[in-house]
């Protein structure tokens, strides 16, 4: 037999009054003229900030339709403006730099924070509050190499795949392609087949930049690879050494290796006639470039702080080359590292960029 239990019917005090939903401090001003409601992903619930119409309506056209046409349809006290798919953190880190600004964060700002504001400014229209975050944001990713070689050259490879991954997401979504290059090469130069950790990271990419960082990787190693085209004193080889530099400065390796003086070692002089020119250069300091690029090319060491920061002209005289010699043949590594890096957004089919950005300057905040 079994024991079926009724529950008694309720009482009066078994009823209460409706939650009210969370009012996010400080972000709930007595004064505010106007409520922002949104749902938490967390737990599906109602947050509410209360704040003033003004600093919104002045930084965002957008809020100042949502207003406008909020006035039309409701004549309740204090309109409710519905804030759909944003966070409460993103609408925190929003609503702080617009009450406050960026000084608020002193010298440094959290990564996700950044990430935030530039979704919402970018989403909202608030165009001098998405120029600010994106200088910030290119401070820590920059376009300039000699900011970006000086950023990591005291840091581990590895240890931002998690913030490039979101930083690329965030950057297609917000359309801020100028975050793309240094995002991607980074993630391209990293050795994340023995760290299971980083590399399930990269599953928060689209398919279409999983994609984009295998081709592009393997672009960067076909341009390694050039390198080794000077790595044997034949004629014809060396004549077919890949020389880039931006098109402005374009000129043939002949007339590159004449910008340094003669070769010292006279009875060494490896001769090779390129566009009715004669290359003078010493044998040796292609046995020294041989180890180097075989290095790269075959040890798949992709940084190009690698390439180029340890190595000067001692590396070359020190396997017996003389010294105008050594230093054009690491003037030809520095000038790899240059194409690699100006060409990063066409191996990665990314959107072109203005070259100017590339000579920007600026310092790192993250």
């Known amino acids: 037999m079994s024991i079926h239990s009724m529950s008694a019917p309720p009482s009066p005090t078994d009823f209460t009054e409706p939650q009210v939903p969370p009012r996010v401090q400080p972000f709930w001003h007595e004064d505010g003229d106007i409520i922002l409601s949104v749902e938490s992903k967390d737990n599906a619930t109602e947050q509410l900030f209360k704040v003033h119409k003004l600093f919104l309506v002045f930084k965002s056209p957008v809020f100042r339709d949502m207003i406008a046409v909020g006035r039309e349809e409701e004549e309740q006290a204090t309109p409710v403006v519905p804030l759909r798919d944003d966070s409460v953190d993103d609408v925190c880190a929003l609503l702080r730099v617009i009450y406050e600004g960026f000084e608020v964060y002193g010298d440094t700002m959290p990564f996700d924070t950044a990430l935030g504001i530039l979704r919402l ?3 909202y229209q608030m165009d001098s509050l998405r120029i600010a975050i994106i200088r910030l944001l290119k401070q820590s990713w920059p376009l300039n190499r000699q900011e970006y070689r000086s950023l990591w050259r005291y840091r581990p490879p590895g240890s931002r795949v998690l913030e490039c ?3 690329i997401n965030t950057a297609w979504r917000t359309h801020t ?5 240094t995002a991607f090469y980074e993630l391209a130069v990293m050795s994340l087949s023995q760290d299971n950790i ?7 990419l689209s398919a279409g930049d999983l994609v984009r960082l295998i081709t592009g ?7 390694f690879h050039s390198l080794l085209e000077g790595c044997v004193r034949d004629q014809d080889i060396l004549s077919s050494i890949s020389i880039w530099q931006p098109e402005e400065e374009g000129i043939s390796i002949a007339m590159y290796r004449q910008t340094y003086s003669e070769c010292g070692h006279c009875r060494h002089w490896s001769l090779v006639d390129t566009d009715d020119s004669v290359v003078h250069s010493c044998p040796e300091v292609f046995d020294a ?8 090319v075959f040890g798949g060491y992709l940084r190009l702080d690698d390439l180029c920061e340890n190595i000067i002209p001692s590396t070359f005289t020190g396997a017996g080359a003389c010294t ?8 030809i590594l520095e000038n790899k590292a240059k194409e690699i890096w100006w060409n990063i957004p066409t191996d990665f089919e990314l959107p072109g960029l203005d070259t100017v950005e590339y000579n920007e300057t600026s310092r790192n905040i993250f």
Do not use: F, G, N, T
């Open 121 to 123: 400014s970018h989403k």
């Open 165 to 167: 991954v979101k930083l």
């Open 177 to 181: 392609y100028q975050l793309l290059p």
């Open 198 to 204: 980083l590399s399930s990271y990269l599953q928060e």
């Open 217 to 223: 990787k393997d672009k960067m190693q076909r341009r």
């Open 289 to 296: 470039w041989r180890s180097i690029a075989a290095k790269h």
């Open 324 to 331: 105008p010699c050594a230093e054009w043949m690491v003037s």
